[in-house]
């Protein structure tokens, strides 16, 4: 079974610092991760993704992540916050075999202070 | 392009009243199709997926039924509402097929937000 985890309900940063999300993933073979972004009343838009090859992923909106296979690590980062960042992330997995099914986290509010 | 359309936006309706929330894909054939339900704005609950017309599978038990009539087509139901049907409902698709093509990414709708009463 695949399951994903995002340990953190919420992040709190001051506009123009690092920003980071933590994600977590257990799969029984080789993951597909993904991350989304919500914002308030909207559907999930697709940031990124990581397939294979390069540990770092870029994506939209100047995010990017950084698979971590020792540590079964996805972890969303953005150099320099800013306040229209503030929204709902999720980390989603999908284990490479199986089927068509993403398991998502449970979600992490991004709050972005200016 | 490929688009995704949900409708209504937003639904209030009373306690044992009847749903119907329906959701078309553009520009893009033989997609699978998801009935996601998002309750007090966190975590996300897979409630249906098909992966072809008239093919569906159930998730979580409960008072909702789905069905696809058409390719591109996805309707939500139910024949009677309860207050826990509540929720923030998102309609998605992905392309289907199997190998390394197939990343598996979801595409979703705005979303329709039931409100039970």
């Known amino acids: 079974a695949q399951s994903v985890a995002q340990p953190e309900d919420q992040v709190n940063v001051a506009e123009g610092n690092p920003l980071t999300v933590k994600c977590t993933y257990s799969?029984?073979?080789?993951?597909?991760l993904f991350w989304y972004v919500q914002y308030p009343n909207r559907g999930l838009q697709f940031l990124l993704k990581y397939i294979t090859g390069d540990n770092l992923v870029k994506g939209s909106y100047g995010f990017e992540a950084e698979f971590n296979k020792s540590q079964t690590s996805f972890h969303l980062k953005k150099p320099s916050a800013l306040v229209s960042d503030s929204a709902l992330y999720f980390c989603?997995?999908?284990?490479?075999?199986?089927?068509?099914?993403?398991?998502f986290g449970g979600g992490t509010r991004v709050l972005v202070k200016p | 392009s490929q688009t995704i359309h949900q409708w209504p936006a937003t639904l209030v309706q009373p306690v044992g009243s009847p749903l119907s929330l329906e959701c078309t894909v553009e520009?893009?054939?033989?997609?699978?199709l998801y009935w996601y339900r998002q309750a007090a704005g966190r975590g996300l609950q897979l409630l249906f997926y098909?992966?072809?017309?008239?093919?569906i599978s159930s998730e979580v038990p409960q008072n909702l039924s789905a069905s696809r009539p058409q390719d591109r087509q996805f309707i939500l139901s139910s024949k009677k509402l309860l207050l826990s049907d509540s929720g923030f409902y998102l309609c998605a698709w992905s392309v289907k097929g199997s190998g390394r093509s197939n990343t598996g990414e979801l595409f979703f709708g705005e979303g329709s937000r039931l409100t039970v009463l």
């Open positions: 520009g893009t054939s033989n997609p699978n």
């Open positions: 098909s992966v072809g017309i008239g093919q």
């Open positions: 989603a997995v999908r284990e490479q075999a199986a089927g068509n099914k993403l398991t």
């Open positions: 799969v029984s073979g080789n993951p597909y």
